[in-house]
């Protein structure tokens, strides 16, 4: 079991193009470190100069860390947390202004692969989902508490799922008789209303997954938090790489970038700005990048991967 990093070269190079990287002294955040995969090429690839602050916010990737700092030293510090606490956690760390930072959001195939976390239904264990098992509810917690509104809520808005109804009204009338605890129970009952969905390329309860591990986690809300947050920390010329893997996280970053690059929103012909807006940063791809098609071959994880990224202006 490993973790391949996605567009790996991709988001290093323009982290490491930011221009007090390339004049000196910089400190790069990478908030969702993972395997470490982005945090040991940035240091590698970085002068000596650049040091990489990460963050995770489940154990099992703060545990996988010790290579890095054996390899590394001071060059590499680890901040256990959530990404979305990035001011205390940086402030508590007694570091200012940050002249990178990269999010690499979603799961790895650690947490991905690993049964008992219950984030897959490819694999059976508890209907967990939560990146920090010490933090909020599990996802059986929401199956078996939320009423059906809510339910059809969580899984139209986070999963964009078109029968969220009718699963919704399922789960409520089945889990009278017997509480759904596994990922394979919730999954099987999904699959069940679609007879022939081995036919498809996605398990039907793919979307259902996504909404429950998106709230469970809080992720957009999180994500929403470290863009300002972020934004507020960047050094002038340092930049931010976003890797998002489905389209409510793009939409957000896409729309959080946009606005941060938005200068005078005064009438076109008003003689002097009266609005005083100023762009903040400098969109550095405006269609957002995705990986080529040897990294998705090599690694299909990587397919719904699209990268964004600004610089601080
Ligand atoms: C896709 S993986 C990152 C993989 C990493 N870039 C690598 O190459 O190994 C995402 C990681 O971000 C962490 N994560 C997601 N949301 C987080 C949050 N709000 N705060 C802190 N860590 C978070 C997850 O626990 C997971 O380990």
Do not use: W
Request: with cysteine; net charge neutral; proline share 5%.
């Amino acid at each position: 079991m490993e973790h391949v990093p996605v567009l790996l070269q991709e988001s290093v190079e323009i982290l490491l193009g930011g221009s007090r990287v390339v004049a000196g002294a910089a400190v790069i955040v990478d908030a969702t470190f993972g395997g470490g995969g982005h945090t040991r090429r940035l240091l590698e690839c970085g002068h000596d100069k650049v040091a990489v602050v990460a963050i995770d916010r489940d154990p099992a990737a703060i545990a996988r860390s010790d290579s890095l700092q054996q390899d590394f030293g001071e060059r590499f510090k680890l901040l256990p947390g959530n990404f979305s606490d990035l001011e205390q956690l940086l402030d508590q760390a007694g570091i200012g202004k940050i002249d990178g930072l990269l999010l690499d959001i979603g799961l790895s195939s650690f947490q991905l692969e690993e049964g008992a976390r219950g984030f897959s239904f490819q694999s059976d264990g508890p209907l967990d989902m939560r990146m920090d098992p010490d933090a909020g509810e599990p996802a059986a917690a929401i199956i078996r508490e939320a009423d059906c509104d809510t339910l059809i809520r969580i899984f139209r808005d986070f999963g964009e799922e078109p029968y969220a109804g009718a699963i919704a009204r399922k789960i409520v009338a089945a889990r009278v008789q017997k509480p759904f605890l596994t990922t394979h129970s919730l999954a099987q009952l999904i699959a069940d209303m679609v007879p022939d969905y081995k036919r498809s390329r996605r398990h039907p309860a793919t979307k259902v997954f996504q909404a429950l591990r998106i709230v469970v986690n809080d992720e957009l809300g999180a994500l929403e938090k470290v863009l300002k947050a972020g934004l507020e920390r960047l050094s002038q010329g340092g930049r931010m790489v976003v890797i998002s893997y489905h389209s409510l996280e793009d939409r957000l970053v896409k729309r959080f970038f946009r606005e941060s690059a938005k200068g005078c929103i005064c009438p076109p012909g008003i003689p002097v700005c009266g609005c005083g807006r100023i762009s903040r940063v400098k969109i550095i791809n405006r269609s957002g990048l995705r990986p080529q098609r040897v990294e998705i071959e090599r690694n299909p994880r990587s397919r719904s991967a699209c990268l964004r990224a600004i610089e601080r202006l």
